[in-house]
Nanobody, 123 residues
Framework: VQLVESGGGVVQTGGSLRLSCAASGRTFSSYGMGWFRQAPGKEREFVAAINWSGSSTWYADSVKGRFTISRDNAKTTVYLQMNSLKPEDTAVYYC?????????????????WGQGTQVTVSS
């Protein structure tokens, strides 16, 4: 599975961005998907995850109520809608896939990663 993120950029505090992660392969609909982020000098952290059908999602407390993860299996794409952005959301955002039906909030459970897309929130 190859993953390609897009949609990052520079936005002011309170603004919105939507990240996309396009996946190759015919088995996308059987993969759990996640978004992680890594700020300079910090470890990679969990942001959000979604199960194979999109019926179940999970969020880090820091983004709950502001971010929404979704997927379109017909388009083999997962999205991260980010609203009410804060400077502390600044990071490189990575899409990840695991070949099981269910999600995980641990980066160790994901086998495939995208190259990342930069999100910068200015104050």
């Amino acid at each position: 599975v190859q993953l390609v993120e897009s949609g990052g950029g520079v936005v002011q505090t309170g603004g919105s961005l939507r990240l996309s992660c396009a996946a190759s392969g015919r088995t996308f609909s059987s993969y759990g998907m996640g978004w992680f982020r890594q700020a300079p000098g910090k470890e990679r952290e969990f942001v959000a995850a979604i199960n194979w059908s999109g019926s179940s999602t999970w969020y880090a407390d820091s983004v709950k109520g502001r971010f929404t993860i979704s997927r379109d299996n017909a388009k083999t794409t997962v999205y991260l809608q980010m609203n009410s952005l804060k400077p502390e959301d600044t990071a490189v955002y990575y899409c990840a896939a695991r070949p099981t039906l269910y999600y995980s909030d641990s980066s160790y459970d994901y086998d495939y990663w995208g190259q990342g897309t930069q999100v910068t929130v200015s104050s």
